[in-house]
C-alpha cells in the first residue's frame, strides 16, 4: 500500500525563522509529488515536482524532490505569521488520479 | 467561477438523517474529484468524474454514499442514514482534463461535515 509520511507532524518558530518540513514516500509507482498549504479547510496547490534535483520556488517557499531516496522537502524562508497552515504533500501515480496524502505538518508562526 | 466552491460550509445533522453535499468546480473543468478528511490527517479518495460518468467511486466507504454529476458540472454527494463516523471535511477538487498521473487538482473550501 502507498504510503506518504511528513515530518514533523508540527512546529512552532518565530517570525523570520526558516522551516523545512519532510515528505517521505513508499510508493509502489511514482509520477509527481504534490505540496499543498491548507489554511482553515481549503488545500492551496503550492507545488508539483516530477524530476529529481530541479528546485521550484515562489517566493519565500521552496522545494525539491530526490526521487533516489524517496523525499522531498519543502523549504519556507523569513517566515511570517500568514505562513501558519497545516502543510500537506501527496504522491501522484503516473496512470491514475488518486492523491495520497500525508497527514500533514502544521507549522505555526509567532510574532 | 473563479475557483472550486462547496456549500454548505458547515452542515449539522443528527445521525439517521440524509445530507446532501455540493461541488461547482472552476469552469470548464471536466474531471472532478470527492476526497473526505478527518480530523489530524490527509484527505483520502472518494470518487472522480470524468465529465457526466463515476470513473472511479472505488473509495467510497460503503452503500450509505452516492454522487452524482448529472450535467458534467456541479456535483451532489449524497450520504444516506449518516453515522457519528461520516463527520468529516468533505472536500471536492476538480482539474482540466484529468489526464492521468500529470495534473494538478485545485480544492475547494470543503463542507465540514458534523453528525451529532
Known amino acids: 500500500e502507498d504510503k506518504v509520511v511528513q515530518s514533523p507532524l508540527s512546529l512552532v518558530v518565530h517570525e523570520g525563522d526558516t522551516v523545512t518540513l519532510n515528505c517521505s514516500y513508499e510508493?509502489?509507482?511514482?509520477?509527481?509529488l504534490l505540496w499543498y498549504k491548507q489554511e482553515k479547510k481549503a488545500p492551496t496547490f503550492l507545488f508539483m515536482l516530477?524530476?529529481?534535483?530541479i528546485e521550484k520556488k515562489s517566493g519565500r517557499l521552496s522545494s525539491i524532490l530526490d526521487k533516489k531516496e524517496l523525499f522531498s522537502i519543502l523549504n519556507i524562508t523569513a517566515t511570517q505569521t500568514g505562513d501558519s497552515a497545516v502543510y500537506l504533500c501527496?504522491?501522484?501515480?503516473?496512470?491514475?488520479?488518486?492523491?495520497?496524502f500525508g497527514a500533514g505538518t502544521t507549522v505555526t508562526v509567532r510574532a | 467561477g473563479a475557483g472550486v466552491s462547496q456549500t454548505p460550509s458547515n452542515k449539522v445533522t443528527e445521525k439517521g438523517k440524509y445530507v446532501e453535499l455540493r461541488c461547482d468546480p472552476i469552469s470548464g473543468h471536466t474531471a472532478l474529484y470527492w476526497y473526505r478528511q478527518s480530523l489530524g490527517q490527509g484527505p483520502e479518495f472518494l470518487i472522480y468524474f470524468q465529465g457526466t460518468g463515476a470513473a472511479d467511486d472505488s473509495g467510497l466507504p460503503n452503500d450509505r454514499f452516492f454522487a452524482v454529476r448529472p450535467e458534467g458540472s456541479v456535483s451532489t454527494l449524497k450520504i444516506q442514514r449518516t453515522e457519528r463516523g461520516d463527520s468529516a471535511v468533505y472536500l471536492c477538487?476538480?482539474?482540466?482534463?484529468?489526464?492521468?498521473?500529470?495534473?494538478?487538482?485545485?480544492f475547494g473550501p470543503g463542507t465540514r461535515l458534523l453528525v451529532l
Open positions: 477538487a476538480s482539474s482540466l482534463t484529468g489526464r492521468l498521473g500529470q495534473e494538478t487538482q485545485y
Open positions: 501527496a504522491s501522484l501515480p503516473p496512470n491514475d488520479y488518486k492523491l495520497s
Open positions: 510508493v509502489t509507482n511514482f509520477r509527481s
Open positions: 516530477t524530476s529529481s534535483g
